[in-house]
């Protein structure tokens, strides 16, 4: 059986837009028996070491990534 990872998950560093704090996320996470979880914090990493230390003392993989806009024209 296939095992469902959240990929789009917003921590309390998403600015306006994220409330999860990371150890209890990780708790419910790892108490529903999923071995992954990713953070996809809005325009910052601020919380990529403290939720990579978070998962690793729980056994679960942290996959870091971050929610950027890319705008080639500039941004005006």
Known sequence: MP???HL???TEYSLLDGLSKIKKLVSLVKDQGMNSLAITDHGNMYGAVEFYKTCQKNG???IVGCELYYSPLGRF
């Open 8 to 10: 789009h998950v917003h």
């Open 3 to 5: 095992q469902f990872v």
């Open 60 to 62: 679960i993989k942290p």
